[in-house]
């Protein structure tokens, strides 16, 4: 039973334009999401986080919104570069205890054409 | 930094074999956790531990056993390596209580049971 689906296994997008990454959860148990971004051969990196009692965290070129009505994430990416290219994780958290737990999605490969 | 450093970046055993798999982090971090990540399955958790000594079985602890003598090193051991194991292996830690940045990864060890 996958709790954290990602239906897109792989997004092309050209270099400068808007790379749009989504997420669906089913647990409205989740009290924290977080996107990862993995490149080959290397561990996974933190990216960006958002807290259920908000809809919308912006760093930089990323930014996550999160429809809890919907159960929906999104992560975007403006502009997109090369350097993006990437497979990005969602992951949602259950805290029963401090020890924040994380289930991962399965992942969309992200290719930025130049 | 935040370093967390997994001891091999690819293995190659026999399957029967006793693996172990070695999960060093320098940031006395309370929480470490073992995920395996396998193309179109993402990141699933295997085993976890949220204190010396102290483990909790994961989404997918079968034929896998971990070790925990000491604050800073977890480690992951397949009792009997089986060719169903072949996976790569990530190794990740975080502060009790701290939510908002997720884990940090090891770079992962690509294991091949033959």
């Known amino acids: 039973d996958q709790q954290v689906k990602q239906n897109s296994p792989s997004l092309s997008v050209q270099e400068g334009r808007i790379s749009i990454l989504n997420c669906d959860y089913t647990?409205?148990?989740?009290?924290?999401f977080l996107w990862y971004k993995k490149y080959p051969a290397e561990g996974p990196t933190f990216l960006i986080s958002?807290?259920?009692?908000?809809d919308k965290n912006e760093d930089g070129r990323f930014t996550v919104f999160l429809n809890k009505s919907a159960k929906h994430l999104s992560l975007h990416i403006v502009p997109s570069q090369p350097g993006d290219s990437a497979v990005y994780f969602c992951?949602?958290?259950?805290?029963?205890?401090?020890?924040?737990?994380?289930?991962f999605g399965t992942g969309t490969r992200l290719k930025v054409l130049a | 930094d935040v370093k967390v450093t997994q001891s091999s970046r690819y293995l190659v055993k026999r399957t029967g074999e006793k693996v172990f798999l070695e999960c060093v982090q320098d940031?006395?971090?309370?929480?470490m956790f073992w995920y395996r990540q396998d193309p179109g399955l993402g990141l699933r958790l295997i085993y976890f531990?949220?204190?010396?000594?102290?483990?909790e079985k994961g989404d997918i602890p079968e034929g896998y056993s971990v070790s925990r003598e000491k604050k800073e090193r977890f480690s992951l051991i397949l009792e009997s390596a089986s060719t169903n194991q072949t996976s790569m292996y990530l190794c990740?830690?975080?502060?009790?209580?701290?939510?908002?940045?997720?884990?940090?990864f090891g770079s992962g060890t690509r294991l091949t049971v033959v």
């Open positions: 990740a830690s975080s502060l009790y209580g701290q939510s908002n940045y997720g884990y940090t």
């Open positions: 958002i807290s259920s009692i908000k």
């Open positions: 647990n409205s148990m989740f009290d924290y």
């Open positions: 940031m006395d971090h309370e929480n």
């Open positions: 531990s949220y204190d010396v000594k102290m483990k």
């Open positions: 992951a949602a958290s259950v805290s029963p205890s401090g020890t924040y737990k994380y289930i």
